[in-house]
């Protein structure tokens, strides 16, 4: 981290994340396109992109494109690699496309790296063992109900 740089905040982890995107689409960004994206003016995203710009997170001349320095665009692919990992779980869990994606974008800055981990490896072994998967997602009503009489 640069010396005055302070800890991500989930907004700078947003805008790093379309910036990724953007590039990796279009193969530029702009702070009128971050605009459109995050649904913001362009001021507003022009006072985040001079920030990460001060903070070693990007590059960015005023009229013209921006890209991402190494720290920048490792900084985006971790954090679009938590995302594709939350996406897929929650995936496999049989959820509508659009839970999963509100669910997503609300928990993705608030899962620590321990978390990430012990997920991906759950992914992984569900992936492997997909039938562990059906059978965990079936509905226990017998088994719920045979504990229920066996504690009266």
Do not use: C
């Not at 939350?86 to 496999?92: K, N, V, Y």
């Amino acid at each position: 981290m640069a010396a005055n740089a302070k800890p991500l905040t989930v907004s700078a982890e947003d805008y790093l994340e379309r910036i990724h995107e953007l590039i990796e689409s279009k193969g530029y960004a702009r702070v009128s396109d971050i605009a459109a994206l995050l649904e913001l003016t362009r001021p507003t995203v022009s006072i985040m992109v001079q920030r990460l710009s001060r903070d070693g997170y990007l590059t960015y001349e005023k009229y013209r494109g921006l890209t991402l320095t190494p720290r920048g665009a490792e900084v985006a692919r971790r954090i679009r690699t938590r995302h594709v990992l939350l996406t897929e779980f929650l995936g496999m869990l049989g959820l509508d496309r659009t839970v999963v994606s509100r669910d997503v974008e609300g928990i993705e800055h608030h899962v620590s790296p321990e978390t990430l981990e012990k997920l991906e490896r759950l992914v992984e072994h569900w992936k492997e063992q997909p039938s562990r998967l059906r059978a965990a997602l079936e509905p226990r009503t017998t088994k719920s109900s045979s504990r229920t009489s066996s504690k009266s």
